[in-house]
T-cell receptor, first 115, second 113 residues
Framework: NAGVTQTPKFRVLKTGQSMTLLCAQD?????MYWYRQDPGMGLRLIHY???????AKGEVPDGYNVSRLKKQNFLLGLESAAPSQTSVYFC??????????????FGPGTRLTVT | DQQVKQNSPSLSVQEGRISILNCDYT??????FLWYKKYPAEGPTFLIS?????DKNEDGRFTVFLNKSAKHLSLHIVPSQPGDSAVYFC????????????FGTGTRLLVSP
């Protein structure tokens, strides 16, 4: 049981290049999320998915796209990277828990630098 | 518009003493509050939560207190251990169909032997 895994762990891009970050979870969770963490700021939600084939925008969606073709995978794409997208990206997943505490499981993060 | 605030970026405590991490919030729609712990180069891991209708929740060395009138919560770690050294994030949950977490900026705790 690997939990939530992210690929790659590190990446350096030049401005204008594109890339895809892959998130995979083996816990059969319905919900998946992409966050970014920047110095002095909390984790901010980029996009999320409540199930296979569905995605929605979070707080900071501009410049990113996502896809959830399989329940266990959630992809985050940068079509034309900008220096402002230099950040640490975290993927998370969770069950749809009603009436109880809400626990998200996080991956180890991807450190992206855009020069 | 920062709905969850952790005003202390860092805290240093000696091993065996109490660590108190604080969090303030402005959104009255939060129905749960959660604390996450994060080590360097790892993702955050869930630590403890509290329902907005409770005022205390305890789990081993960790206790979270909620003061709704002051819109304030705190995490107490007793006794503190060097392995507790990490960044602690407070988060509030908004449940409007989709359960969204709003995170604070984190407090770095250093527990020295």
């Amino acid at each position: 049981n690997a939990g939530v895994t992210q690929t790659p762990k590190f990446r350096v891009l030049k401005t204008g290049q594109s890339m895809t970050l892959l998130c995979a979870q083996d816990m059969n969770h319905e919900y998946m999320y992409w966050y970014r963490q920047d110095p002095g700021m909390g984790l901010r939600l980029i996009h999320y998915s409540v199930g296979e084939g569905t995605t929605a925008k979070g707080e900071v969606p501009d410049g990113y796209n996502v896809s959830r073709l399989k329940k266990q995978n959630f992809l985050l794409g940068l079509e034309s990277a900008a220096p402002s997208q230099t950040s640490v990206y975290f993927c998370a997943s969770s069950f749809t828990i009603q009436g109880g505490a809400y626990e998200q499981y996080f991956g180890p993060g991807t450190r992206l630098t855009v020069t | 518009d920062q709905q969850v605030k952790q005003n202390s970026p860092s805290l240093s405590v000696q091993e065996g003493r109490i660590s108190i991490l604080n969090c303030d919030y402005t959104n009255s729609m939060f129905d749960y509050f959660l604390w996450y712990k994060k080590y360097p180069a790892e993702g955050p891991t869930f630590l403890i939560s509290i329902s907005s209708i409770k005022d205390k929740n305890e789990d081993g060395r960790f206790t979270v207190f909620l003061n709704k009138s002051a819109k304030h919560l705190s995490l107490h770690i007793v006794p503190s251990q060097p392995g507790d050294s990490a960044v602690y994030f407070c988060a509030g949950r908004v449940n409007t169909g989709f359960q969204k977490l709003v995170f604070g900026t984190g407090t770095r705790l250093l527990v020295s032997p």
